[in-house]
Each structure stands twice: as C-alpha cells, then as structure tokens.
C-alpha cells in the first residue's frame, strides 16, 4: 500500500463546477499536511496547508479527518487555470521525509 | 527575489556516466530536499538537508546516488555509473526553517535522460 493514495483522474469538468479531491494516508504519525499545484512540466507549488479545523482559502477548502487519515480538497467555481495536477502531500512521521502523493489530474473546460 | 534555481535544466547522459545536479536554494532557507520525479508521478523523496547535514537519506534508491551541502547553501546530486532507469526530473526544494510544517519552494529541476 502507498504512502499517500490519491485517485489518479483525470477529472473533466465544465467551468464554474464544484470539484472534490480525496487522499488518504498511511502513518497515523504524520503531522503535517498540504495541497501543491503543479501544472504541466513545471515544478510544484504551494497551493494550501491542511489543518485539523479546516480551512478555505478563496474558492479553495481543505479539511482533515485524522481519525480517518483523509485529506480533501474542495474547488467551487472551477476556472479553466484552475487544470493542473494537484498533489497531496504529507510530512512527519518519523525522519524529515516529505511523501507525495501521485497527484490527481483535472481538467476544466468551457 | 530570486527562486531556487537548478542547474543544468537537461542532461543526456549515457548508461554508466556519472552525472552531478546543482541546486542554488533561496538564500538563508535552512532546509534542502532532493526529490525524483517520474512521468505521471508525484515527487519522491530523495534525501534532506538542515544547513550542511544531511539529516534523511532515506529516499536514495541506491548507494550510486549521493548528496552534499557543504556550505549549507548549495547542494549537488550527484548519481555514479547511470542507469536507465535513472531517467526522470530531480527536483530540489527549499524551505526557510528547519520544521515539518513549512512551505517548501521548488526550483525548475533537472530533467535527466540516460540513453
């Protein structure tokens, strides 16, 4: 079993729709939990934290479910910038190891 | 102000050559992390750094690879006696403190090709 599970996609949906992501880990452990961006062929990028209360940035919510190791990611009103991979990412656990997850694609279309 | 940068983008290296990646941080950023990038996968830890020591290795797939950050500022990866299976983007990242918690930047990576 890996590390971090995210489904792989794609999603394909119009603009302005809602979209969820899920991801769940491993290591009941881990301390530290993000959402990264990365659009094609370039590097990943800091899209938001995931705390334990949740949080929305904008269009954008996170929540974590410790007790069931589940992160998600919330887009309303989906833009066509919005298609890229987004990568769950999770650290602590032990060591300084960061484990990504293999990312779940999504494109927006209008 | 100025990113973490990598150097070379691309690399074209024959089975069984070694190979060295540079990785300028963001400056004053404690924290160094070396990941490899497969296509259609997410980054997979390599190895971290905090300041010159090298804290996790861990994520090294084999005793070919091998980093340093002397200084504490830039860091190289360097893989002997390539292989094929080597080929991917090696990215490096940097973040300002030395916690789990903090946002890390990436530089453009590496995109190795072994033939």
């Known amino acids: 079993r890996k590390e971090v599970e995210q489904d792989p996609g794609p999603f394909n949906v119009p603009e302005g729709a809602t979209v969820a992501f899920n991801c769940t880990y491993s290591?009941?452990?881990?301390?530290?939990f993000f959402w990264y961006r990365q659009d094609c062929r370039k590097e990943p990028k800091l899209l938001m934290s995931v705390y334990s209360s949740g949080n929305e940035d904008g269009r954008f919510t996170a929540q974590l479910n410790r007790a069931s190791q589940y992160i998600s990611l919330l887009i309303r009103d989906s833009k066509l910038s919005d298609s890229a991979t987004y990568l769950c990412v999770v650290n602590g656990g032990g060591g300084f190891k960061t484990i990504f997850g293999a990312g779940t694609r999504l494109f927006v279309k209008a | 102000g100025a990113g973490v940068s990598q150097s070379p983008r691309y690399k074209v290296a024959k089975r069984g050559q070694d190979v060295a990646l540079r990785c300028d941080p963001i400056?004053?950023?404690?924290?160094l992390f070396w990941y490899q990038q497969a296509l259609g996968q997410g980054p997979e830890f390599l190895t971290y750094?905090?300041?010159?020591?090298?804290?996790?290795k861990s994520g090294l797939p084999s005793d070919r690879f091998f980093a340093e950050r002397p200084e504490g500022s830039v860091s190289t990866l360097k893989i002997q006696r390539t292989q094929q299976e080597d080929s991917a983007v090696y990215l490096c990242?940097?973040?300002?403190?030395?916690?789990?918690?903090?946002?890390?930047?990436f530089g453009p990576g590496t995109r190795l090709t072994v033939l």
């Open positions: 750094f905090q300041n010159e020591a090298q804290l996790d």
């Open positions: 990242a940097s973040s300002l403190n030395g916690g789990r918690a903090n946002e890390q930047f």
């Open positions: 290591n009941s452990a881990s301390q530290s």
């Open positions: 400056s004053g950023h404690v924290s």
